[in-house]
């Protein structure tokens, strides 16, 4: 595997339902992001990740739980969701959580909550 | 609110034409600037970085920063249908934290 991977590819649940998505870093970088991009919105920034510490919690709801045990694995843990909630969810990680530092994406994962 | 506003498009120009892509951003803490590529279904991927004012050439592409008017741009020239895709612009703050627009859909006719 290289770069930034995403499990899994596709994701349906219920409003009832609890989940987990999974990004794994083949780049040796030490910071990881999650990203929501719905549609006609922009990209959306939602927990940055250093060294496995939460450095940024982008006022996302608490339905939304992130997770980073080590600097290669990154969890967003979901439950009772929301319909409004379907989106691609997007992981990225770069080598550090600076302000110049590109961003690798991953595949993303397309959730759909009914 | 901090934004990065982008024209939504869509943007058509015929195969070998310049594409010209602007960004306006409001956030003056912005010290980094990146251009990202977003085919249908699929994920963004880095064309280019800006550090400085500018102009900073890569290929076929040149992406532009003018501080002063908190503005960047991204020419494409020979553009090939293979460079339709949605562009999107981001500006960088602290702790990594990217701030990207709404896109700019490109379509390149043959």
């Known amino acids: 595997e290289t770069g930034v991977t995403q499990t899994p590819r596709h994701l349906v649940m219920g409003m009832t339902n609890k989940k987990s998505l999974k990004c794994e870093q083949h780049?040796?970088?030490?910071?990881m992001y999650w990203y929501k991009q719905s549609a006609k919105k922009p990209l959306e920034l939602m927990f940055v990740y250093s060294l496995e510490e939460r450095v940024e919690n982008n006022s996302v709801p608490s339905r939304f739980s992130p997770e980073c045990p080590n600097s290669s694995h990154l969890f967003l843990h979901l439950h009772t969701l929301q319909p409004e909630d379907s989106a691609l969810y997007l992981c990225a990680s770069s080598q550090e959580a600076g302000r110049g530092e590109t961003q690798y994406f991953g595949p993303g994962t397309r959730l759909l909550v009914l | 609110q901090k934004e990065v506003e982008q024209n939504s498009g869509p943007l058509s120009v015929p195969e070998g034409a310049i594409a010209s892509l602007n960004c306006t951003y409001s956030?003056?803490?912005?010290?980094?600037f990146f251009w990202y590529r977003q085919y249908s279904g699929k994920s963004p991927e880095l064309i280019m970085s800006?550090?400085?004012?500018g102009d900073k050439e890569d290929g076929r592409f040149t992406a532009q920063l003018n501080k002063a008017s908190q503005y960047v741009s991204l020419l494409i020239r020979d553009s090939q249908p293979s460079d339709s895709a949605t562009y999107l612009c981001?500006?960088?703050?602290?702790?990594?934290?990217?701030?990207f627009g709404q896109g700019t859909i490109l379509t390149v006719h043959p």
């Open positions: 956030d003056r803490g912005s010290q980094s």
């Open positions: 800006i550090y400085s004012n």
């Open positions: 981001a500006g960088g703050t602290s702790y990594g934290k990217l701030t």
């Open positions: 780049l040796g970088h030490n910071a």
